[in-house]
């Protein structure tokens, strides 16, 4: 974080140091006395485009006057292929049930405690 904001300034001091050059460039330009004007030229018209003829476009036949498309023929019908059957599956063994109960830990009583004197 202290890295960009490091980076930031020296950006910001980077674009101010370079922004005074053209302040003064500016001040210089509106110090310099006027320019003198020139004689202005006419320059002269532009030629005419002469007329070209058109080509004319050549008249194609209408849709509804092409022959008609040609038919296709039929295509020959295939023999039917014998299916295979599959034998049936054989069944499955029984999955053995997992006990979902949880044996209990036998607690032994602790040890008698030392009489003291």
């Known amino acids: 974080m202290g890295y960009f904001n490091c980076f930031a300034l020296g950006f910001f001091v980077a674009l101010s140091l370079?922004?005074?050059?053209?302040?003064?460039?500016a001040r210089h330009l509106q110090q310099l006395p006027p320019m003198p004007?020139?004689?202005t030229t006419t320059l002269p018209p532009f030629p005419s485009i002469p007329n070209l003829p058109q080509p004319s476009i050549p008249s194609f036949p209408r849709p509804g006057a092409l022959p008609?498309?040609?038919?296709m023929p039929?295509?020959?019908?295939?023999p039917s292929v014998p299916r295979a059957t599959l034998p049936p599956l054989p069944s499955m063994p029984s999955i053995p049930t997992i006990p979902t109960t949880i044996p209990s830990i036998p607690f032994f009583s602790p040890p008698p405690s030392p009489s003291s004197p």
């Open 68 to 71: 008609p498309l040609p038919t």
């Open 37 to 39: 004007t020139f004689p």
């Open 18 to 25: 370079a922004s005074i050059d053209v302040g003064v460039a």
């Open 74 to 78: 039929a295509l020959p019908t295939l």
